[in-house]
């Protein structure tokens, strides 16, 4: 029997908009209104329902709001790769080429056959954009390609000064003979086994953002574009030597440097499509909900934790230019690991404690629906309860204490999705551990 508030529960079933499909998005594109950064969220990294959703939903914004952007929770150089073929400036033949180059782990996040149908979709829509400056791009927030961005960096210099690429060289050689693992160059580093290679990325990093855009015309190979792109690459060289050697100082201090980086990646996007478009730029991002609900109305605030979503809300310049969306689920599978770097398994999804803000959603007994968070929800929805968060691991025999964390709804998010039974994405490289079920499971023992 649920111990949840039966007012509560009858409120929200009031103030929900149920949705007959995951191309329902009409309530949620009315109640974005004039936000020009639209932040739509996630409760695993490998739900089905959660990609299609979200892609429905900036199809609607690129095409009735006029959206410049879609950013994700993924590496430059990888998103960057997608965006140049979505917006026709490659020889690759599809999407699936495009999505090539997300190689490390997890490859499912961005590999699946979700992510290569808007893929696709954002190709044929810029294909019938006339105008090269209209065309929408797709691009990643995210810190984690040391090497890549180097690599990038050093190819881009080599087109239009091969001075300035011997001078980069020369500086990201201090990487050269250290682990292509970036996380054993931070534990080398952060040991004292190794000097690390701060001062030689913050140089070239000046470089790139002073010297080289004073004296690189506009109209030099590639243009202000690919200048702006190599410049980005140089920011994640810099900040991911950084990430990777305080990875070992503590999870906070590494988290807040990975989501500040993501916002500065957006505010620089940001300018960057203002100045071409000559108006505020429009962007709508992707990531979990650990990123852009507002951490400061989470626990993790109480770890000295902040995240994309608070960046972008203290940043804003007006109230209603930002809109965070949240998306929670009840059960079914999932699409993740069970360790780091491990591959991508089909795993049922435990029904969510009932004392949890997903146990209270599913005692709607409505299966999909959208919920803004305010008026007179707002205040009983800002209650701290538990919420679950699963990313690339699920560890469901110890979910409480890995997968559980307490937050505050309504203060969190500006409103949420909840789909009570969702199914796993679908991987465009399934491993030998990915056993699609034909028949229903039984919780708890899938006999």
Known sequence: MSSQPPDLVRAIRQQAHPLQGLRDVAPIIERIGDARLVLLGEATHGTHEFYRLRAEITKRLILDKGFDAVAVEADWPDALRVSRYVQGLSDLDSADEALGGF??????????????????????????????????GFFGLDLYSLHNSMHSVIRYLEKVDTEAARRARSRYACFDGLSLEPQEYGFSTSAGLTEDCEREAEQQLREMSEDLARRLPADAPGGADELFYAQQNAKVVCNAERYYRTMFDGRTHSWNLRDTHMA??????????????????????????????????????????????????????????????????????????????????????????????????????????????????????????????????????????????????SEQFDAVVHLDETRAVTPLDPSSLWQPRTEPETYPTGI
Request: with cysteine.
């Open 103 to 136: 190689m490390r782990f997890p490859r499912w996040m961005w590999r699946n056959e979700e992510t290569r149908d808007l893929v696709e979709w954002l190709r044929g829509h810029n294909d019938s954009v006339r105008e090269p400056l209209g065309r929408v």
């Open 264 to 409: 500065d990646t957006l505010a620089a996007l940001e300018e960057h499509i203002a100045r071409q478009r000559g108006r505020p730029a429009r962007i709508v991002v992707w990531a979990h909900n650990s990123h852009i609900g507002d951490a400061r109305a989470t626990q993790a605030a109480q770890r000295g934790q902040l995240n994309l979503g608070q960046l972008v809300r203290q940043r804003a310049c007006a109230p209603g230019e930002t809109f965070l969306l949240g998306f929670t689920t009840h059960t079914g599978t999932v699409a993740a690991a069970s360790d780091w770097g491990e591959p991508a398994e089909l795993k049922p999804v435990r029904p969510s404690r009932d004392d949890s803000i997903e146990g209270l959603l599913h005692d709607s007994e409505l299966d999909a629906f959208f919920l803004p968070l305010q008026g007179e929800l707002a205040r009983p929805l800002a209650a701290s309860r538990l919420e679950r968060a699963i990313g690339v691991i699920y560890r469901p025999d110890n979910e409480l204490m890995s997968h559980y964390f307490r937050a505050s709804l």
